[in-house]
């Protein structure tokens, strides 16, 4: 019997330390100007640390609730804090090593203008993460790692990649944690997606910093992908030209976003002393270069028994009985025949409108079309232009159904093929005004072939040429699998036999 009071004395401690030492709630805003994150660590006193999404510091901080007005201390500011930066690089396209060549060279620019207060981190990634060299590597190791980097030409896990990144950086001690993403924002992740990244980040207090490097006019919609990562978690997207260069500006300072801000303490001794209800929500006011920035934080003040006690009730009031009614002739006035009119004409009106409305559905049904008319008028839109077949044993039709046809690995293309032999988007089919076909080279990897010949920039299709893309070849055609089936029958006498 006494281990277990002894046992039960041991847990009640226990469980009295931790809520203690826990926090009573932990609260995050993210909003287009303002990054705050606040935490209640007792009754009285409210943490919290701020970051201004655009430059320029607040000048000034203010915090209150109900019209009472409550002390604010700043505590620090970013400098004081140790900032964990890593820099993740795609490796996915074995075409584009010009672009990590490019990468490399921007990466070094970046270190040299990073400060003893951050600590450095360099990962590749394409169908795994690989840690190049972990945060806290000096400068001189990170480059020398950065010039071992090759494009490896494998599947594109970008979701997977930033999830296992978030994960390693938030084990790192410091006080801010970015992810600069160098990124063509292609995504072949089946299993992950956008809204786990941005989850895991804002639970993290991870900063996603994304430059965009566009494979082509074409494909440059995937940079929205690196927008809404940058965008999601409070940090800035950056797009390199055609030629893959940044702007100098980018240079002077790219840690602005991360290494702006401070932190400070709200004091709410007057609040918990005033107030008698719980919670409550004190607004925070930053005075900036653009205006005034306010949000509401929701608090919890725990009210003692004594204030949780009702208010002895008065005395019972004496109330007047009504004066009595005075029945008197009243005329009928403007506002009661407004009435009449809204019970008994409005009605009637409806009526009208339903039948008229009615009557028009009725014509406009009878001069529609017939249902085969449609169909067909249907079939003829999306007819394809013409077609391109696989040569294997089980061979596959694929129809050309767009002006402008994509072909290569990746699921962006309306011709996706399977094949560790095609690039990303290998060649493309182009229909002129004409009708004729035109095949494009988009500068693959193992190159585009027309009845064996290399294509050297374009070449115009005729029917039943064989391309070869990879290993993969297929036949043009312009006509449909039952073509020959829809010819005319040729009709010829024919001779009676002899008896």
Request: aromatic residues 8%.
């Amino acid at each position: 019997m006494r281990l277990q009071q002894l046992s039960c004395q041991v847990l009640l401690i226990i469980a009295v330390s931790c809520a203690i030492s826990t926090p009573l709630f932990a609260w995050q805003h993210l909003s287009n100007d303002i990054d705050i994150r606040c935490s209640q660590e007792n009754k009285t006193s409210l943490r919290c640390y701020y970051r201004l999404l655009f430059p320029g510091p607040a000048s000034n901080i203010r915090a209150y609730s109900d019209g009472l007005e409550l002390p604010v201390e700043k505590t620090h500011k970013v400098g004081d804090d140790v900032t964990a930066i890593i820099f993740l690089i795609d490796t996915s396209d074995p075409g584009r090593q010009n672009v990590i060549e490019k990468n490399i060279r921007q990466l070094e620019k970046m270190l040299d203008a990073s400060g003893p207060s951050q600590q450095l981190g360099l990962a590749s990634f394409d169908k795994k993460l690989r840690i190049l060299a972990p945060i806290g590597s000096s400068k001189k190791q990170i480059i020398a790692a950065a010039k071992n980097i090759k494009a490896k030409g494998r599947t594109t896990e970008l979701y997977r990649s930033l999830l296992l990144t978030i994960e390693k950086l938030s084990r790192v001690n410091a006080g801010r944690k970015a992810i600069y993403l160098f990124s063509d924002g292609q995504a072949e992740d089946k299993a992950y997606f956008h809204s786990d990244v941005i989850k895991a980040a804002r639970k993290k207090g991870i900063v996603i910093n994304s430059i965009g490097f566009p494979r082509s006019v074409t494909l440059s919609v995937a940079l929205q992908t690196l927008r809404r990562l940058s965008e999601e978690t409070g940090g800035t997207f950056t797009e390199a030209d055609s030629h893959y260069d940044l702007e100098e500006k980018f240079y002077r300072d790219p840690y602005s976003n991360v290494d702006r801000g401070e932190g400070f303490t709200v004091d709410m001794s007057a609040l918990a002393t005033n107030t008698m209800l719980s919670p409550v929500e004190v607004t925070l006011e930053f005075t900036t270069d653009i205006g005034s920035i306010k949000t509401r934080v929701p608090v919890s003040l725990p009210v003692s028994p004594a204030e949780k006690a009702p208010a002895p009730l008065a005395a019972p009031i004496q109330v007047a009985p009504p004066p009595a009614v005075v029945k008197m002739a009243v005329p009928v006035s403007e506002s009661e025949k407004i009435d009449f009119w809204l019970w008994y004409g409005l009605p009637v009106a409806l009526v009208i409108l339903f039948l008229i409305a009615l009557v028009t559905l009725i014509l406009i049904y009878r001069k529609q079309p017939d249902k085969t008319t449609i169909a067909n008028s249907f079939q003829q839109q999306n007819k394809p232009f013409a077609y391109l077949v696989s040569q294997e044993e089980h061979s596959r039709r694929y129809p050309i159904l767009s002006t402008t046809w994509r072909i290569g690995r990746s699921r962006d293309n309306e011709l996706s093929l399977d094949d560790t032999s095609i690039s990303r988007l290998h060649a493309e089919i182009h229909r002129d005004n004409d009708g004729s076909f035109f095949i494009t080279d988009m500068s693959s990897l193992n190159g585009v072939y027309v009845n064996e010949e290399q294509v050297v920039s374009k070449q115009k299709l005729q029917e039943g040429d064989i391309i070869e893309i990879g290993d993969i070849y297929l036949r043009f055609t312009l006509y449909s699998e039952d073509y020959q089936l829809s010819d005319d029958t040729a009709i010829q006498k024919t001779r009676v036999p002899a008896d």
